[in-house]
């Protein structure tokens, strides 16, 4: 009788392995299948469905605006080539040096992305120094305050960015289709950049002061910019921060935007071809759809209508609001062909990359690279990101309602 019950047991649980291994073999050849980006989506089905309202034709190729993709593209390939020769880890390892206080470490790591992002783009800054700021905090034994300082390294990413033509894409966008000049644009949002480097350094004070001594010396910690001695590394970076002078002339209308596409197309594509293949031509993409979409709905009159009501007069209000359900990208992309006021319209997509999760999609980045880390922290970040996010908000709205009167 238990020979009878031990062979019946048997191959059922055999097969119940089997059958368990399977699943396992489905779900990781899933796992791998790649994943599709959500924005992208978005972007290409209501640049479908616009479609069906308004035909296509050759008059499509109109809507897209060839010199802010051609620019973002050289930069993104640029900035990804400093990247990938560890430029930005070694500038920061020669900062952190200097540090002895906890709040000075904090203040460094924090304004890193604030001035990075000026010239780097919020994302590239994120990506490069949130994994640092985690070695950094762990070699340390202060990640007690890992949440916080991320938190801030985003909204620093965010708000730094703001500030230049090449900080976000939505700047380079409408850098490009209001033609003003480079100072005219910079003084717009100064006063906002300002207001917010204020509070970063009171919110970092706050929560970051410690009287005791600190180590940021570690193996770890110095072996994140080995190699940076050789002269073919060297002369690899000598050739990208050249292009980037290059593409400051090409953002500032001195240089043709397709000379500066072509050269850095041909240059990078000689010495350094892979780095070609690190662009964001998800973002690219995105940017497209999104062009065909708002071109769509600027020739169906009633829509139109719409959204030039609903703008008039209210362009920063609308910014911050649409930014905080479909990002500030998309939102500066779906506005700005509808706006009177461009000047509300760049405040109010800059300070609506404030508040929610998705504002900015750059927020995104910091928010995985900590859940990555502590698979449990996502509560934790979401709270401590949307106190501070929230924060900071309803102080850049009020300096807009002080300096212009009006939300």
Same mark, same amino acid.
């Given at each position: 009788?238990?020979?009878?019950?031990?062979?019946?047991?048997?191959?059922?649980?055999?097969?119940?392995?089997?059958?368990?291994?399977?699943?396992?073999?489905?779900?990781?050849? *899933?796992?791998?299948?790649?994943?599709?980006?959500?924005? $992208?989506?978005? +972007?290409?089905?209501?640049?479908?469905?616009?479609? &069906?309202?308004?035909?296509?034709?050759?008059?499509?190729?109109?809507?897209?605006?060839?010199?802010? =993709? #051609?620019?973002?593209?050289?930069?993104?390939?640029?900035?990804? #080539?400093?990247?990938?020769?560890?430029?930005?880890?070694?500038?920061?390892?020669?900062?952190?040096?200097?540090?002895?206080?906890?709040?000075?470490?904090?203040?460094?790591?924090?304004?890193?992305?604030?001035?990075?992002?000026?010239?780097?783009?919020?994302?590239?800054?994120?990506?490069?120094?949130?994994?640092?700021?985690?070695?950094? *905090?762990?070699?340390?034994?202060?990640?007690?305050? /890992?949440?916080?300082?991320?938190?801030?390294?985003?909204?620093?990413?965010? =708000?730094?960015?703001?500030?230049?033509?090449?900080?976000?894409?939505?700047?380079?966008?409408?850098?490009?289709?209001?033609?003003?000049?480079?100072? #005219?644009?910079?003084?717009?949002?100064?006063?906002?950049?300002?207001?917010?480097?204020?509070?970063?350094?009171? +919110?970092?004070?706050?929560? +970051?002061?410690?009287?005791?001594?600190?180590?940021?010396?570690?193996?770890?910690?110095?072996?994140?910019?080995?190699?940076?001695?050789?002269?073919?590394?060297?002369?690899?970076?000598?050739?990208?921060?050249?292009?980037?002078?290059?593409?400051?002339?090409?953002?500032?209308?001195?240089?043709?935007?397709?000379? &500066?596409?072509?050269?850095?197309? +041909?240059?990078?594509?000689?010495?350094?071809?892979?780095? $070609?293949?690190?662009?964001?031509?998800?973002?690219?993409?995105?940017?497209?759809?999104?062009?065909?979409?708002? #071109?769509?709905?600027?020739?169906?009159?009633?829509?139109?209508?719409?959204?030039?009501?609903?703008?008039?007069?209210?362009?920063?209000?609308?910014?911050?609001?649409?930014?905080?359900?479909?990002?500030?990208?998309?939102?500066?992309?779906?506005?700005?062909?509808?706006?009177?006021?461009?000047?509300?319209?760049?405040?109010?997509?800059?300070?609506?990359? =404030?508040?929610?999760?998705?504002?900015? /999609?750059?927020?995104?980045?910091?928010?995985?690279?900590?859940?990555?880390?502590?698979?449990?922290?996502?509560?934790?970040?979401?709270?401590?990101?949307?106190?501070?996010?929230?924060?900071?908000?309803?102080?850049?709205?009020?300096?807009?309602?002080?300096?212009?009167?009006?939300?």
């Amino acid at each position: 009788m238990k020979s009878m019950t031990k062979t019946n047991i048997i191959p059922q649980t055999s097969k119940f392995s089997t059958s368990k291994s399977k699943f396992s073999t489905s779900k990781t050849k *899933l796992s791998k299948l790649p994943k599709i980006d959500i924005v $992208l989506s978005v +972007a290409w089905s209501l640049a479908i469905i616009s479609a &069906f309202f308004v035909h296509p034709s050759i008059e499509y190729i109109d809507y897209i605006d060839f010199r802010s =993709l #051609g620019i973002l593209w050289g930069l993104m390939v640029i900035i990804q #080539g400093l990247r990938y020769h560890h430029i930005f880890e070694a500038i920061a390892k020669v900062l952190l040096e200097k540090v002895s206080k906890q709040w000075q470490l904090v203040m460094v790591l924090v304004f890193m992305c604030f001035l990075g992002s000026m010239v780097i783009t919020n994302d590239v800054a994120l990506i490069t120094f949130v994994p640092f700021t985690i070695m950094i *905090l762990k070699s340390c034994n202060k990640e007690k305050i /890992m949440a916080p300082v991320i938190v801030m390294q985003t909204i620093a990413a965010n =708000l730094g960015s703001m500030l230049t033509p090449i900080g976000n894409p939505q700047n380079l966008y409408m850098y490009g289709i209001t033609k003003m000049n480079f100072l #005219g644009f910079v003084g717009i949002l100064f006063p906002y950049t300002i207001i917010s480097a204020i509070m970063i350094i009171v +919110a970092i004070f706050i929560f +970051a002061y410690d009287k005791e001594e600190l180590d940021t010396s570690s193996a770890e910690f110095a072996a994140e910019s080995e190699g940076q001695n050789n002269i073919v590394q060297k002369v690899k970076i000598i050739m990208y921060i050249t292009l980037f002078l290059v593409a400051i002339l090409a953002v500032l209308r001195v240089v043709p935007w397709y000379v &500066f596409a072509i050269t850095v197309l +041909a240059v990078v594509g000689i010495f350094e071809r892979k780095i $070609l293949l690190k662009a964001d031509y998800i973002l690219i993409f995105t940017f497209v759809g999104f062009f065909v979409f708002t #071109g769509n709905m600027g020739k169906i009159t009633m829509i139109r209508s719409f959204l030039e009501g609903i703008l008039k007069t209210h362009e920063f209000a609308v910014g911050v609001i649409t930014s905080q359900f479909i990002s500030n990208v998309p939102a500066t992309l779906m506005l700005s062909g509808f706006a009177n006021n461009y000047k509300q319209l760049l405040i109010g997509v800059n300070v609506g990359g =404030l508040g929610t999760l998705i504002a900015s /999609m750059a927020s995104l980045i910091s928010y995985k690279a900590y859940v990555k880390e502590y698979e449990n922290g996502g509560g934790k970040f979401i709270k401590t990101f949307t106190i501070f996010n929230v924060i900071f908000l309803m102080v850049l709205i009020g300096a807009n309602v002080f300096l212009y009167g009006r939300i």
